[in-house]
């Protein structure tokens, strides 16, 4: 199973003008299908560091989402790195070209059909919002940094590259432990990831208000597994005479 990334650029995410809202629509899209993100990366409009990363997510092999950074303004500046990273020259894409004289007709020229130059070699991404398409090349996909744009564009993707991927949506179960400290629980935890390999096992720490320590204990992974290794923990939590409540 290929590695998936996210890349989500823009100075106004860094300095918290605006707050991000791909990596939880990226979920939404990708936990249905049975994947999971293993990385995010967050970045600003700088564009050596931005070329640097490229270069590097373009040599893993991963399956990377890029949003932001693909207008005509001087400080969007992702589809010049991407082409930098790759060796490439920005070319001007004949469908994106059409995609957007079709949308703005004499108002395209001269800057908006800007947005129609890709690397050399990229495919589009279409984009049913205002028709100013995305692109992709080597398993990256670029989209605008507006999440009602590049939500419909990113499942497009999925469901039209990578459908091959797809598979059992995983599930989660948790329980809620009353004054309960993580370090009593690691061994346990050791000896559940030996036994249950293909789960993701999680512990979460909560203190309240008043002081109270809780531990949210849980399990993601398919259906079946997870409900065996969850029945494992509540027999532990049992036999240990702890408060717990379910949560999900």
Not at 44 to 60: I, M, V
Request: overall charge negative; hydrophobic content about 40%.
């Amino acid at each position: 199973m290929p590695t998936i990334g996210l890349i989500i650029i823009g100075d106004e995410v860094l300095s918290g003008k605006r707050q991000d809202r791909h990596l939880a629509q990226a979920n939404e899209l990708l936990r249905p299908r049975g994947l999971a993100l293993s990385w995010v990366q967050i970045l600003g409009d700088e564009p050596k560091r931005l070329q640097q990363t490229l270069s590097r997510s373009f040599a893993s092999g991963d399956i990377v989402f890029c949003f932001g950074g693909i207008g005509a303004t001087p400080d969007d500046r992702t589809r010049q790195c991407a082409a930098k990273a790759l060796g490439l020259s920005l070319e001007r894409h004949p469908q994106a070209v059409a995609e957007i004289e079709a949308q703005f007709g004499e108002q395209a020229y001269p800057q908006r059909i800007r947005m129609a130059e890709y690397p050399a070699g990229a495919e589009i991404i279409p984009n049913a919002y205002n028709r100013v398409p995305g692109f992709s090349i080597r398993q990256h996909h670029f989209m605008p940094g507006f999440p009602v744009m590049a939500k419909p564009m990113m499942e497009w993707v999925l469901d039209n590259h990578y459908q091959a991927l797809f598979g059992e949506c995983n599930v989660e179960h948790a329980v809620l432990i009353t004054d309960g400290q993580e370090s009593e629980w690691i061994e346990f935890m050791e000896q559940f990831e030996r036994r249950f390999p293909a789960l993701r096992l999680f512990s979460l720490p909560k203190i309240d208000e008043e002081g109270r320590r809780f531990i949210e204990l849980g399990v993601e992974g398919k259906e079946d597994q997870a409900e065996r290794g969850m029945t494992e923990i509540k027999v532990e939590i049992e036999r240990r005479n702890m408060q717990w409540e379910p949560l999900y």
